[in-house]
Structures are given as structure tokens and as C-alpha cells.
């Protein structure tokens, strides 16, 4: 997710970029850049300074040209490429005449490449977008206007994109579209603006337009004129914002957790994106970690801390099943104290959304004494994990903003999934046809997440029920045991109440002395290999008193026969569940958590990344 902006008629554009891309770095701030139509030619500046790049950049542009030309911005989360200055965008043609910025992914930015590259070329970063300002180039050195030639490219590139290109031949001019990621356009003072979202905009105009998908806008100064991708003219839809900046950055939602528990279904769809080749085989073309490499393997090790932790707990049960490898988990803060015995034969992963958590980073360190190949599953690119380990596995979560992890946890869910399918693949222990079965169960799971988060209502009714209780059991089994692990530390981190994760057959081992009237266990019922187990164990609880909740699938009677209260979710694949499970959790704890008066974005005691150990 990076965030965009664009202005044409302004007397002085670049001080508008960047207040514009500082309201916008909750979408991106690895790196930052600006460009604007100058003297026949193309002025840019970029800047790659950590978390604060939109104010390297502001240094870097104090002297830019001033003027009423086309000028546009951006500020970077990096999915392809290292967040580097190289790497910023904008991006240019050979010409320099060129300038573009993207935000969304290029699926099939690699053919493109090559094509380009062939045509003589040169591309100097290594994005997905770049591809995009030279197809336009090749278009207008064909005679075509940079509206045509835009036209024309976005006809070649398949993804997710919403991009903004200007050219030192048309100085006015921005021309921008959008498919799948939002752009939304405003008129003010004499200026034509657009930007990724309406924060950039506040300052300047409370009416805006927001571009639907597969539109097309032309920016010249004091004017727009949309059209759909194949050039019929349409009305934008005008909307009146009436947030106040930090409302706006939520997207509306009262809170970041809110918001990011929204993004879940693009953070798992964009997780997803281009992994899979012509033949339907998983390609991981940023692994680092050759098939060869990993044919070596006898034995997994899945490090990691938190809601990470539960994420590598279900990449056990799928690793181990589809790869048939050896998988064992551990806490990373425990795990280089133990003694653990890793070889060269081992692949030792890391799960971490921010890639610095001291814990997982120092376990790394301790694995790649020992000989282990390490890799790295994390959501910031080139982040000080990513750039220790021998192969990388990113989520294309976007930024995260919000201390209890939701967007981020359902990613790693599905990069470490997609992982034990890689690592099937390679070892040929699943058939193709099985593969493929998932990997279009996987690409179902985002529709099924919007579905899960749209019975919020029903989940807080429960949560209503439930303002007194102090004691709660999160009980499951199988993958669903990960899942009550991950719910208990929603509602602990967030509501600030005693939940206990626990595998639900060990609860017989004494845990279930601490069950009595007024418990309030919640069990994890969606189908799985030892769903008529779990039925029984809740059975147990029920008999004691306990007041039961269960995450049942939709239509279930029998499990809803078992509970006081269901929270239902559409049924998937077994070892996918997780990915659909939690979703309900998440809204209990965070329902509850504002029933007792407390701020989801700023649990107490805690941080949102621990370098401490
Ligand atoms: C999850 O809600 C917590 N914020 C915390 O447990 C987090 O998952 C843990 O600190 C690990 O962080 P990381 O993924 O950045 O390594």
C-alpha cells in the first residue's frame, strides 16, 4: 500500500506534494519522491530515509523548481524491490521525459520487463512499476498523446493499480487511473489534485470525485474529465468529506485496528498475488532459496513471537501435511536458550510482520551459526530480518498501524501456507492437482473474509452478553488450536481480561478444575479432522457450568446445539480456516475492549514492535 498524489495549476506544486504525502505515510514511508514538468524536461527528487522519508524528501526538495506545470508524489511500502532510493518512485522512461507513480502490484511486471528490455530499453530500479513509464514512452514515441499511450499500457499490465504519469510534452497535463486500489481527484483554487486518498486532499477541498474502477482521469489545471478505460466519458461520483484529517487516515473507521481488520481481505488477496506461473505452479520469485537449496531439507524449525507465533502454529500442521517435513515451533525468545540442534539440513523460519523484533532476530542469528538456511516471512521489505536471512517471504499487508496485529496475522497465515505448498512442490509430495485445489481455495478467501467481517453486528451482540465476564477459556484443536491462541491474546491485549488459549484435549489434564458457572469458553467448531473431539470437550465444559461461544461454520446446527452463543463463518478448506476463524475473535476482543472503555490502537504496557528482549 503507498500512498499518491498529483496537482497541476498550483503556483508552487512540490510544498503541496509533500504536506500531502506527510498526510498520507500511514500508507507507506520506507521511501519518497516527487517529479514535475520543468523547462521541457522532468525535475524529480527521492529520498529513502527509513520511517521518515517524506521529511528526507522535504530536505532534498527545498530548492525545486516552482510553477503552475503537472507535478506528482508518492510516498512507498515496498512489495517489489528494496525500499531504496533507486527504487522510489516516481519512475522515469529512458527519455526522462516521462514520470509515473503507482500504487497497487503489477502481476506480470517480469514479462513486461523482458519485452522491454528486448525493445532496447534501459530500466534502472527494481520495482514492478517501472515497466509501466517506459510502455507509456513507447506509446507516445508512436505519435500517441499521453492519455492514449496511458490508455494503452494499462490495456498490458495485469494487478492492482491506481497510477498518475505526466510528460514534458504535455506540462499540464496529469493523466491517472485506477483498477482495485483507490484514487479519488478535487478541484481547487485554479488546481486540478488527485491522491490515493482524501487526507492529501482535506486541505484543499472537501468535494471530491472518487474514481471507480477502470476509469481514467484527465488533470489539467482548474479541470478533469473522466472517461472508462476504453474512453466513454462518465460522471465521477462527487463525495462531500466531512472527517477531519486523522478520521480520514482511518478511512472513516474509529480506529486504525478498525480500519486494518477491513484491509484483511486485500491484505490476503495481495499476499497472494502473482504466485502463481502460467501452469499453475507456485513461483516465490523473491525467495533467494533455490529449489536446490531446499531439496536439502529434513526439518523445519518456525520461529516467532506473539500473533506470529500462532501463525507459524498453523504453518506446522500445513507443512508438515503437504510437505510431509518434519515442523517444530518455538518461541522465539526461548528458543537460542534451549540448546536447539539445527544442522545445514535445516530450514529455520522466521515470522515477523515488522522484522525487527530483537526475540526472532537474535533466534535467527543463533540458527545461522548453527548452519541452518534461514528465512524470513515479514511485512516490511529489506527490514533488518529480511536483509539477514538466506531467502525472504514477504506479506503485502501495508503497513500496520494498529499494536494488536490482524491484516498482518492473516498474511502470514497465507505466506506460510503458500510456503508448505512451495516446499511440496519442490519435494513432490503432493500431486499438482492437490496444489492447485488449494491454491484456488486460497484465492477464495478473501470474499470469504469480507463475509466473516460483515456479521460484526452479531458479534457484538455476544460481545454485549459477555461486558461482565472476567474468565475465559479459548479452547480448540487441530489448526483451530492456534486459533484460540490468537483469540485469548486479542481479548488480553485489547480488553485487558483473563483468557487462557488451550489445546481443548488437554483441558481434561487439570485445567478444566477452573471451569464453573460464569467461565465463558470459547470454542473453535469450524469442521476439521477432530471436530466430533472438540464437540465432546466442549460438552465437558458445558456440563460445568461454562457459558459456551463457538466459531462454528455457517449452517452447522449441530455445533449451534452445543453453544450459547455462535459466531458463524463461512466454511473453507480445514487448514484454511484459521484465516476465516479468527476474523470473529478479532471483533469480539475489540468489541469488548471498547465496552470497558478502552483505545484498540493504544492497548497499555504495550508496543507495536518489541527490540528488547
Ligand atoms: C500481536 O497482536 C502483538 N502486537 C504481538 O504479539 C506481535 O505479534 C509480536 O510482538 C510479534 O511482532 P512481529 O510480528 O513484528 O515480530
Same mark, same amino acid.
Given at each position: ?8 495549476g498550483a503556483a508552487d506544486a512540490v510544498p503541496i506534494l509533500i504536506g500531502a504525502l506527510h498526510q ?196 489539467? @489545471?482548474? !479541470?478533469? +474529465?473522466? /472517461?472508462? %478505460? #476504453? ?5 465521477? =461520483? &462527487? ?25 484483511? @481481505?486485500? !491484505?490476503? +488477496?495481495? /499476499?497472494? %498475488? #502473482? ?5 499453475? =505452479? &507456485? ?27 500462532? !501463525? ?13 517435513l518434519p515442523a517444530e515451533v518455538d518461541i522465539a525468545s526461548e528458543f537460542r536458550y534451549r540448546d ?5 539440513r535445516t530450514l529455520c523460519v522466521g515470522v515477523s510482520q515488522s522484522g525487527e523484533t530483537l526475540d ?254
Amino acid at each position: 500500500m503507498c500512498g499518491i498524489i498529483g496537482v497541476t495549476g498550483a503556483a508552487d506544486a512540490v510544498p503541496i506534494l509533500i504536506g500531502a504525502l506527510h498526510q498520507l505515510e500511514y500508507r507507506g514511508y520506507d521511501s519518497a519522491g516527487v517529479a514535475m514538468v520543468v523547462d521541457g524536461g522532468v525535475w524529480r527528487a527521492r529520498a529513502a530515509g527509513g520511517t521518515n522519508s517524506v521529511s528526507a524528501l522535504a530536505e532534498l526538495a527545498q530548492d525545486a523548481p516552482t510553477g503552475h506545470a503537472a507535478a506528482i508524489g508518492h510516498t512507498r511500502w515496498a512489495t517489489h524491490g528494496a525500499p531504496t532510493a533507486e527504487n522510489a518512485h516516481p519512475h522515469i522512461d529512458c527519455t526522462g521525459r516521462i514520470a509515473l507513480i503507482h500504487n497497487g502490484i503489477i502481476e506480470n511486471h517480469a514479462e513486461l520487463r523482458a519485452e522491454l528490455v528486448a525493445g532496447g530499453h534501459t530500466l534502472t530500479s527494481a520495482t514492478d512499476t517501472e515497466v509501466m513509464a517506459h510502455l507509456i514512452e513507447q506509446g507516445m514515441a508512436g505519435g500517441a498523446s499521453l492519455t492514449e499511450a496511458t490508455r494503452s499500457m494499462l490495456r498490458r499490465v495485469r494487478g492492482a493499480f491506481s497510477i498518475a504519469a505526466i510528460s514534458a510534452d504535455e506540462p499540464d497535463t496529469i493523466v491517472a487511473a485506477r483498477h482495485s486500489t483507490p484514487l479519488v481527484l478535487g478541484l481547487a483554487d485554479g488546481m486540478a489534485l488527485l491522491a490515493s486518498d482524501v487526507p492529501a486532499l482535506i486541505g484543499h477541498t472537501r468535494q471530491v470525485f472518487a474514481l471507480a474502477d477502470d476509469e481514467l482521469a484527465v488533470l489539467t @489545471p482548474g !479541470a478533469l +474529465a473522466v /472517461t472508462t %478505460l #476504453d474512453g466513454t466519458p462518465v460522471e465521477p =461520483e &462527487l463525495l462531500t468529506i466531512t472527517w477531519d484529517v486523522e478520521a480520514a487516515q482511518k478511512g472513516g473507521y474509529e480506529d486504525f485496528m478498525s480500519k486494518e481488520m477491513h484491509e484483511q @481481505p486485500l !491484505a490476503v +488477496a495481495d /499476499t497472494l %498475488l #502473482d504466485r502463481r506461473g502460467a501452469g499453475g =505452479e &507456485l513461483i516465490l520469485d523473491e525467495m533467494r532459496l533455490s529449489p536446490d537449496d531446499l531439496r536439502t531439507i529434513d526439518k523445519v524449525f518456525i520461529v516467532a513471537c506473539g500473533s506470529s507465533y500462532h !501463525a507459524a502454529l498453523v504453518a506446522k500442521y500445513a507443512i508438515e501435511h503437504w510437505a510431509k517435513l518434519p515442523a517444530e515451533v518455538d518461541i522465539a525468545s526461548e528458543f537460542r536458550y534451549r540448546d536447539p540442534v539445527l544442522n545445514e539440513r535445516t530450514l529455520c523460519v522466521g515470522v515477523s510482520q515488522s522484522g525487527e523484533t530483537l526475540d526472532t532476530s537474535e533466534a535467527m542469528r543463533e540458527a545461522k551459526r548453527l548452519g541452518a538456511k534461514v528465512l524470513v516471512v515479514s511485512n516490511v521489505v529489506d527490514s533488518s530480518m529480511a536483509r539477514a536471512a538466506d531467502g525472504v517471504l514477504y506479506t503485502r499487508a501495508g503497513p500496520e498501524i494498529g499494536v494488536a496485529s490482524t491484516k498482518c496475522h492473516l498474511a502470514q497465515i497465507v505466506a506460510l501456507e503458500v510456503l508448505g505448498l512451495y516446499l511440496a512442490q519442490i519435494l513432490g509430495t503432493q500431486p499438482v492437482s492437490v496444489t492447485n485445489e488449494i491454491l484456488n481455495a486460497m484465492e477464495v478467501l478473501p470474499g470469504l473474509v469480507t463475509e466473516a467481517l460483515s456479521r460484526a453486528g452479531e458479534v457484538d451482540q455476544v460481545a454485549a452478553k459477555l461486558t461482565d465476564a472476567r474468565d475465559f477459556f479459548f479452547l480448540g484443536r487441530h489448526v483451530g488450536y492456534p486459533v484460540a491462541l490468537e483469540g485469548a491474546l486479542k481479548l488480553k491485549e485489547l480488553a485487558y481480561l483473563r483468557a487462557e488459549g488451550y489445546p481443548a484435549g488437554e483441558l481434561k489434564h487439570g485445567p478444566i478444575a477452573l471451569i464453573e458457572p460464569g467461565t465463558v469458553v470459547v470454542g473453535i467448531a469450524t469442521r476439521n479432522p477432530l471436530w466430533e473431539k472438540m464437540m465432546s470437550n466442549i460438552a465437558e465444559v458445558r456440563s460445568r457450568g461454562a457459558t459456551v461461544v463457538l466459531v462454528a461454520d455457517d449452517g452447522d446446527e449441530e455445533s449451534a446445539a452445543a453453544a450459547d452463543h455462535v459466531l458463524w463463518v463461512p466454511p473453507t478448506y480445514p487448514l484454511l480456516a484459521p484465516v476465516v476463524g479468527i476474523v470473529p475473535l478479532q471483533q469480539l476482543a475489540y468489541r469488548l475492549a471498547r465496552l470497558h472503555g478502552h483505545d484498540p490502537d493504544r492497548p497499555r504496557n504495550l508496543a507495536k514492535t518489541v527490540t528488547v528482549e
